[in-house]
């Protein structure tokens, strides 16, 4: 009784493995495209460009429910130079909008923060549209930890 | 009323760069959960937020300041923080607007030294 | 509600607080030498929930700019001055200030009460308050209410040391809670020690196994999504070794917060706290 237990439970375990080595690469490119897509939706016709905009998230965060982020924006932030909205997108929530901020040219400092909640370990994207049309990108990769003792 | 905790500085000189912080008691219920009983939870989302500022002296020519548009994966009581240059004493103006008609005002004076 | 002063309150600070507390106790201390370091190194052990936490988190407890806990302060500090029940008096018109009148009385419970004959903590005595002074009905277990008078009421003890009462009518309560901490429950066969003594400092999923000091209740816990009292914490650990909790309120459940009430007597009270 026990060792067919364990040999049915070894074998249902390896089935799950396996399928998840071969289903892995091509489920995480799916990924990918999701915030890429993303982007270049709030990108509009610009391209969009790593750099420039900075999402500071702790790589490894205590709950899920509240975790802090701050986007940095490398600008002026003057009525001829400056940061027009920041967007921030994740990979695996529910809906992949977390939250789009409109900033005046008298700003002063493009600096957003603000928390937000995170289903599981993932990629988040913040998007920054500066008043020249071009757009930049910066992303991170978040671990959410299980918390213990949740509530019944 | 929803309870709000606003940090802004009382004082400021002309040109500065000031921060503020706003927070608003709202359990921004996503829509994707259960009760303890199987149940959906309606979501209760706040939507929207906007600070504007209103100069002392021409309190109509107001400026938009900041604002947000505010998702499930905004984290409940939703905090926000946000710059902005103080070129005269007068008023910030900030608001909250979600689902199930959630509406609040609240308004922070700074004063120009 | 505005702030005009982000991190107002020096016992924010935290480490740096803590420490030169100590300091200050170190050198109050007659007769320094080997008793002295031996009640600091005694107390150095012991660690608030605050020091398990990663810094993203505690950096939410360390501004009250940035406290969601604050929002559940700003009730209680509104109800404090509203006239309640059948008396219409508020808080204030018999306590007056609380800033003033009830500094360091959060630090003292579960406390014994004469009226009851057994020992109560704040949220019973708050609602003695509200039955006995103000004629108004009672707030039930977890009122959101009843947490923000509770929270408002700790932060007038933030940066003081718990103190629990010298009254030997509460060591039947603080013996009963420690045999409760040290007795195994559930099916899953734990007690309170065997995780948070045993195996304190060391991962449960994905968060540190804290000591269990009572250090900043009511919390804002990032789990609930909301402030909690003690209790709900409680019942939390109970539900999760697969034991039935003892019923809120229960003689039981204060005999658990005033054992470690005593446990965590002279640590700094930090309420109202951010816990993950």
Same mark, same amino acid.
């Given at each position: 009784?026990?060792?067919?237990?364990?040999?049915?439970?070894?074998?249902?375990?390896?089935?799950?493995?396996?399928?998840?080595?071969?289903?892995?690469?091509?489920?995480?490119?799916?990924?990918?495209?999701?915030?890429?897509?993303?982007?270049?939706?709030? #990108?509009?016709?610009?391209?969009?460009?790593?750099?420039?905009?900075?999402?500071?998230?702790?790589?490894?965060?205590?709950?899920?429910?509240?975790?802090?982020?701050?986007?940095?924006?490398?600008?002026?932030?003057?009525? #001829?130079?400056?940061?027009?909205?920041?967007?921030?997108?994740?990979?695996?929530?529910?809906?992949?909008?977390?939250?789009?901020?409109?900033?005046?040219?008298?700003?002063?400092?493009?600096?957003?923060?603000?928390?937000?909640?995170?289903?599981?370990?993932?990629?988040?994207?913040?998007?920054?549209?500066?008043?020249?049309?071009?757009?930049?990108?910066?992303?991170?990769?978040?671990?959410?930890?299980?918390?213990?003792?949740?509530?019944? | 009323?929803?309870?709000?905790?606003?940090? $802004?500085?009382?004082?400021?000189?002309?040109?500065?760069? $000031?921060?503020?912080?706003?927070? $608003?008691?709202?359990?921004?219920?996503?829509?994707?959960?259960?009760?303890?009983?199987?149940?959906?939870?309606?979501?209760?989302?706040?939507?929207?937020?906007?600070?504007?500022?209103?100069?002392?002296?021409?309190?109509?020519?107001?400026?938009?300041?900041?604002?947000?548009?505010?998702?499930?994966?905004?984290?409940?009581?939703?905090?926000?923080?946000?710059?902005?240059?103080?070129?005269?004493?007068?008023?910030?103006?900030?608001?909250?607007?979600?689902?199930?008609?959630?509406?609040?005002?609240?308004?922070?004076?700074?004063?120009?030294? | 509600?505005?702030?005009? /002063?982000?991190?107002?309150?020096?016992?924010? =600070?935290?480490?740096?607080? /803590?420490?030169?507390?100590?300091?200050?106790?170190?050198?109050?201390?007659?007769?320094?030498?080997?008793?002295?370091?031996?009640?600091?190194? @005694?107390?150095?052990?012991?660690?608030?929930?605050?020091?398990?936490?990663?810094?993203?988190?505690?950096?939410?407890?360390? @501004? @009250?700019?940035?406290?969601?806990?604050?929002?559940?302060?700003?009730?209680?500090?509104?109800?404090?001055?509203?006239?309640?029940?059948?008396?219409?008096?508020? =808080?204030? @018109?018999?306590?007056?200030? *609380?800033?003033?009148?009830?500094?360091?009385?959060?630090?003292?419970?579960?406390?014994?009460?004469?009226?009851?004959?057994?020992?109560? %903590?704040?949220?019973?005595?708050?609602?003695? =308050? &509200?039955?006995?002074?103000?004629?108004?009905?009672?707030?039930?277990?977890?009122?959101?209410?009843?947490?923000?008078?509770?929270?408002?009421?700790?932060?007038?003890?933030?940066?003081?040391?718990?103190?629990?009462?010298?009254?030997?009518?509460?060591?039947?309560?603080?013996?009963?809670?420690?045999?409760?901490?040290?007795?195994?429950?559930?099916?899953?066969?734990?007690?309170?020690?065997?995780?948070?003594?045993?195996? *304190?400092?060391?991962?449960?999923?994905?968060?540190?196994?804290?000591?269990?000091?009572?250090?900043?209740?009511?919390?804002?816990?990032?789990?609930?999504?909301?402030?909690?009292?003690?209790?709900?914490?409680? /019942? %939390?650990?109970?539900?999760?070794?697969?034991?039935?909790?003892?019923?809120?309120?229960?003689?039981?459940?204060? *005999?658990?917060?005033?054992?470690?009430?005593? &446990?965590?007597?002279?640590?700094?009270?930090?309420?109202?706290?951010?816990?993950?």
């Amino acid at each position: 009784m026990t060792m067919n237990a364990t040999r049915r439970q070894f074998l249902a375990a390896s089935t799950a493995i396996t399928a998840g080595v071969l289903v892995r690469p091509a489920t995480l490119l799916a990924q990918d495209d999701v915030l890429a897509a993303l982007v270049k939706s709030y #990108a509009g016709s610009a391209t969009p460009r790593e750099g420039r905009v900075k999402l500071n998230v702790a790589p490894l965060v205590d709950n899920g429910n509240s975790v802090p982020i701050e986007v940095l924006v490398d600008s002026p932030m003057t009525p #001829a130079n400056h940061v027009v909205g920041i967007a921030v997108f994740n990979e695996k929530n529910p809906q992949h909008d977390v939250a789009l901020f409109v900033l005046g040219p008298n700003g002063g400092r493009a600096r957003v923060a603000t928390r937000i909640r995170l289903a599981t370990t993932q990629k988040l994207v913040a998007v920054a549209k500066m008043n020249d049309g071009s757009c930049w990108t910066h992303t991170v990769e978040v671990i959410v930890t299980l918390a213990a003792c949740i509530e019944d | 009323m929803a309870r709000t905790v606003i940090t $802004i500085p009382a004082t400021a000189k002309r040109g500065e760069i $000031i921060e503020i912080r706003v927070l $608003i008691q709202h359990p921004m219920e996503t829509g994707y959960r259960r009760s303890s009983e199987g149940a959906m939870l309606a979501r209760d989302l706040i939507r929207r937020f906007v600070c504007r500022f209103e100069p002392n002296t021409t309190p109509s020519s107001h400026e938009n300041v900041f604002s947000a548009t505010l998702y499930a994966a905004v984290a409940a009581n939703p905090y926000l923080s946000f710059h902005t240059v103080v070129n005269s004493s007068g008023v910030f103006v900030m608001q909250w607007d979600g689902d199930n008609g959630f509406a609040q005002t609240e308004r922070a004076a700074i004063t120009v030294r | 509600m505005v702030l005009r /002063r982000p991190n107002a309150r020096p016992s924010q =600070c935290g480490e740096m607080m /803590r420490l030169s507390l100590w300091l200050v106790v170190l050198l109050l201390m007659p007769g320094a030498g080997v008793s002295t370091s031996a009640i600091a190194a @005694d107390a150095d052990s012991r660690k608030s929930g605050f020091d398990f936490m990663r810094p993203a988190t505690q950096a939410l407890q360390k @501004d @009250d700019s940035q406290n969601p806990a604050m929002l559940w302060v700003k009730d209680g500090e509104a109800h404090w001055a509203s006239s309640q029940g059948q008396s219409k008096k508020s =808080c204030a @018109d018999c306590h007056g200030d *609380a800033v003033k009148s009830m500094r360091g009385v959060a630090a003292r419970y579960p406390a014994f009460s004469n009226a009851m004959k057994r020992p109560i %903590n704040l949220a019973q005595q708050i609602n003695l =308050c &509200r039955t006995n002074q103000q004629q108004a009905p009672a707030l039930p277990v977890e009122d959101q209410t009843l947490l923000g008078i509770e929270a408002y009421l700790a932060l007038q003890s933030r940066g003081m040391p718990i103190a629990p009462p010298i009254d030997t009518k509460l060591n039947a309560a603080r013996t009963r809670g420690e045999a409760l901490f040290k007795q195994r429950i559930g099916q899953i066969d734990l007690s309170c020690k065997d995780c948070h003594i045993d195996q *304190a400092g060391k991962s449960l999923a994905g968060n540190v196994i804290p000591q269990a000091h009572p250090t900043g209740y009511p919390i804002y816990r990032l789990e609930w999504q909301g402030v909690g009292s003690l209790q709900r914490r409680l /019942r %939390n650990c109970m539900t999760g070794v697969r034991a039935e909790p003892y019923a809120p309120g229960s003689e039981e459940m204060v *005999a658990l917060e005033a054992y470690l009430a005593g &446990r965590a007597k002279g640590m700094l009270i930090e309420s109202p706290a951010v816990r993950p």
